[in-house]
């Protein structure tokens, strides 16, 4: 049997850790990674290799730096060429980047079986390209692995077949178990960096809406609003390629604000691990906040995750300035942690494995 995983962001890097770890357990299966090459910074793709222990991608197609339309165009193209080649028996793809709907989109229309690992997640704003990449993807996959309960309303509520629906838990968390064992002695950035623990904020911006060159003020208040909470405590902002771009044309004073380049995976988990708080417009570092039991502030209006700010574990502020520095001062976060309350019990890798080798 051979299963062929595309992947091509961080979070995709992590998710798919989990499950080929399962998968490849099997000596009859034979596994083939396409990496697209949407992150193409070398903290940002390679060191996760690396740190993650997964074969380093069978092909790396190298598309990066355009357009949605721009990439997801060329992906399509190149992941065909990849699947006609290799004549995978199933396709997995992981989340909902550009990665995730070009994988998809070539898988399907080859006929070959498509499995979508995070499926059901919905902000319900479709001004959000990850929403449609969800949506389009979850509607015609063969097999939707959802990593909660309410991601399955979701699908059920969308009129999805429910036998193509799987209940498996989060892969993220599986993860944070696994990895975040002894992280502290795997990783020296605290050192490094001269900080202690939980006394600091960690920083991260990536997202379009947040980061969009036609609309500044965003990204303007919450680096405003950050730049008020750095009176008060150190902030650690590891930035993303694209918010660096930004950043730089815009003229702020950032207090005590410290950008550093992207860090790898353990570097990240021992940044996190030991916050006082998270500031994040991720939907992976959302959960991760929640799994390392750090409270959580959401830099946009809405989140997938919405167990997180339902249940006080993290509150939503969007990018206004006077929210974001109440929420630090005077929110008052749930400090009752029961991870796998929402999440499943660490086990959705060896779900997915068992069901996809079926």
Not at 48 to 58: A, M, R, V, Y
Not at 114 to 130: D, Q, T, W
């Amino acid at each position: 049997m051979k299963i062929a995983a595309v992947v091509g962001a961080r979070p995709q890097f992590i998710k798919a850790a989990v499950v080929s770890r399962e998968i490849r357990k099997n000596a009859k299966v034979k596994e083939v990674i396409i990496h697209t090459g949407q992150h193409y910074d070398e903290n940002m793709s390679r060191i996760f290799f690396d740190e993650l222990g997964i074969p380093h991608p069978d092909y790396n197609l190298g598309i990066c730096g355009g357009t949605h339309g721009e990439n997801t165009g060329r992906m399509i193209e190149s992941i065909e060429k990849v699947l006609l080649k290799e004549k995978p028996d199933m396709v997995l793809i992981y989340g909902d980047t550009d990665s995730t709907l070009a994988g998809f989109l070539a898988t399907v229309k080859l006929y070959i079986p498509v499995a979508h690992i995070e499926a059901g997640l919905r902000s319900f704003n479709r001004k959000m390209p990850e929403e449609i990449n969800r949506i389009i993807t979850d509607h015609a996959s063969d097999l939707l692995f959802a990593p909660t309960e309410t991601a399955v309303r979701n699908l059920l509520n969308e009129k999805i077949d429910k036998d193509r629906v799987k209940l498996v838990g989060d892969v993220m968390f599986d993860a944070a178990i696994y990895y975040g064992k002894n992280v502290e002695e795997r990783s020296k950035i605290l050192s490094r960096l001269d900080l202690k623990p939980k006394e600091y904020m960690l920083l991260t911006v990536h997202r379009a809406e947040n980061t969009n060159e036609d609309n500044l003020e965003r990204l303007k208040n919450i680096l405003q609003g950050i730049a008020d909470i750095s009176k008060d405590t150190s902030v650690i902002f590891p930035i993303h390629p694209r918010t660096k771009k930004i950043i730089e044309k815009i003229d702020l004073n950032l207090q005590n604000i410290k950008a550093i380049g992207p860090v790898g995976y353990i570097d990240m988990i021992n940044l996190e691990k030991n916050a006082k708080l998270i500031a994040t417009d991720s939907g992976g570092i959302q959960k991760e906040a929640y799994f390392h039991k750090v409270p959580c502030i959401i830099l946009r209006d809405e989140t997938e995750w919405v167990e997180l700010a339902e249940n006080a574990f993290a509150v939503l502020t969007g990018a206004e300035k006077e929210k974001i520095t109440d929420a630090f001062r005077n929110f008052k976060f749930n400090d009752n942690y029961d991870t796998a309350k929402f999440y499943g019990d660490g086990k959705a890798g060896e779900k997915i494995a068992e069901i996809v080798l079926k």
